[in-house]
């Protein structure tokens, strides 16, 4: 058996879906600048709309806005894919194909384009939208936050799009370029003294940070800072934290010690001038006697209120460094020797350094009798043994806690005592060494007159030490 045919008629309605609005990352825009494309990659897309006509785009700065800020659609031509600008008429294409026309933009007030024809699809409203432009006179350093809306005409209406736009600072350093020398225990080296400075829309830096960074090979000893060269005309002065340009105070300065940055913070008086005089007289100098010779790059920005910087700029310092002589230390005074008696240690407390050297290879201590020497006199190195410390004697060879430091010759008469050493004699070998030089005679009796000692090190690098005196009063 078959039923009867029946039939239910289904009537489907559609509904309207928004269109869609993209519009990018922030971008960046000069104080007082060229326009710039606010949204060069945006894109538009509308699932159910083969065009706007009736529709509306809307773009608004809503949060910052200037009354010089301006908003504004870029003409590019009126060729195939093109934007056209003719009054307040808008095409895509072609002087003949209007998508609608505009008004507003100024400051705060919307720029807004409502379209006028079916020649305003979702292709030419993206060309559209990626053809605004921004531009700002330069009043106000703060971003721009910008609302763009799309209405299709048909009653759907795009989730509102928010872009951001940096206004950042139209400030040009430069000549803060190359390499600059120092060299060790000089004074300090000005960094770059013919960098300049210009900025066409900033009478005051007021609130702008100045910043000199040790970016690569900064050593704790390094110092960045600036040069006090007084208070008269185009001079800048610096007392360790107050900058002053002329004499009036543009500014106030902290760190530059090791890798810690130089930061300059700016007052109102810092004008175009006195910045640039203050990059002019930044310093370099290194407070050690042995400085690591890797170049170091000093980078510099400029920053304003709203935080944005300029490019950072980098300069090469190298560094050179001197050999620094050895120094002998609490050599001196006078010790008693008694005829016919032990030998004396000439002086148990004398002390060695060297500011940069780890050992003192081909280096030579000399110890020598300057006055009333007889030739029985004698300078002799004393053997203490070969354990942690402790100096030894064997032959001529010399040791160190059981490690071979150099070997002697002399030290009868006015024979000077020369010792020379290797490798292994570090700054605490030498010290115990010049500790274990002791006076005696092979007479018994021997002049009275008291013996002047004079010590003389080598470092095998060129440095020579100070030359002190040691008095032997013989008893």
């Known amino acids: 058996g078959t039923s009867q045919t029946v039939s239910k008629t289904v009537t489907v309605q559609a509904v309207n879906t928004p269109p869609t609005v993209v519009v990018g990352p922030a971008v960046n825009s000069l104080r007082g600048g060229p326009a710039v494309l606010m949204a060069a990659t945006a894109t538009v897309a509308d699932p159910d709309s083969t065009n706007f006509n009736g529709g509306r785009l809307t773009v608004q700065i809503t949060a910052?806005?200037?009354?010089?800020?301006?908003?504004?659609?870029?003409?590019q031509g009126t060729?195939?894919?093109?934007?056209?600008?003719?009054?307040?008429?808008v095409t895509f294409g072609g002087v003949n194909?209007?998508?609608?026309?505009?008004?507003?933009?100024?400051?705060?007030t919307a720029l807004d384009i409502t379209f006028t024809s079916n020649a305003a699809t979702p292709t030419a409203v993206q060309a559209l939208l990626r053809a605004i432009t921004f531009a700002n006179a330069a009043t106000s350093p703060l971003p721009r936050t910008l609302t763009v809306s799309l209405d299709d005409g048909d009653g759907g209406a795009s989730v509102a799009a928010v872009k951001s736009i940096n206004v950042v600072n139209n400030t040009t350093i430069s000549g803060w370029d190359g390499s600059i020398g120092y060299t060790e225990n000089a004074a300090p080296v000005l960094i770059d003294s013919a960098v300049t400075l210009s900025d066409p829309d900033t009478t005051s830096f007021n609130g702008f940070v100045l910043i000199a960074t040790l970016s690569a090979n900064g050593t704790v000893d390094d110092r960045l800072s600036i040069r006090n060269q007084g208070n008269a005309s185009n001079q800048?002065?610096?007392?360790?934290?107050?900058?002053?340009?002329?004499?009036?105070?543009?500014?106030?300065?902290?760190?530059?010690n090791g890798i810690d940055p130089l930061t300059i913070t700016m007052s109102a008086s810092a004008t175009n001038a006195a910045v640039k005089a203050l990059i002019q007289n930044l310093t370099f100098a290194t407070g050690t006697d042995a400085p690591s010779t890797l170049p170091r790059t000093v980078t510099l920005l400029l920053t304003d209120p709203a935080g944005y910087s300029n490019a950072a700029l980098t300069k090469t310092v190298t560094v050179t460094a001197v050999n620094d002589a050895p120094v002998?230390?609490?050599?001196?005074?006078?010790?008693?020797?008694?005829?016919?008696?032990?030998?004396?240690?000439?002086?148990?407390?004398?002390?060695?350094?060297?500011?940069?050297?780890?050992?003192?290879?081909?280096?030579k201590l000399t110890l020598q009798l300057t006055s009333n020497a007889l030739s029985t006199d004698r300078l002799r190195v004393r053997n203490t043994g070969t354990g942690p410390g402790e100096i030894g004697v064997s032959g001529n060879v010399i040791t160190y806690g059981g490690t071979t430091i150099g070997t002697f010759a002399g030290g009868s008469g006015t024979t000077a005592l020369v010792i020379t050493l290797n490798a292994s004699a570090s700054e605490s070998a030498v010290q115990a060494l010049l500790r274990s030089i002791e006076f005696t005679s092979t007479s018994f009796t021997p002049s009275v007159l008291p013996r002047t000692i004079k010590a003389t090190l080598t470092d095998g690098d060129g440095g020579t030490s100070n030359m002190p005196t040691k008095t032997i009063n013989v008893a």
């Open 64 to 75: 910052n806005a200037e009354v010089t800020d301006r908003l504004r659609i870029a003409h």
């Open 236 to 256: 800048i002065g610096f007392d360790g934290t107050n900058v002053r340009f002329q004499g009036t105070l543009i500014g106030a300065a902290a760190g530059g």
């Open 328 to 363: 002998l230390g609490s050599f001196g005074g006078a010790v008693n020797y008694t005829r016919g008696g032990a030998a004396v240690l000439v002086d148990d407390d004398a002390t060695v350094s060297d500011a940069d050297h780890l050992d003192f290879a081909t280096g």
């Open 97 to 108: 194909n209007v998508i609608g026309t505009w008004t507003g933009g100024d400051g705060s």
């Open 79 to 89: 060729t195939a894919g093109k934007i056209g600008i003719a009054g307040n008429v």
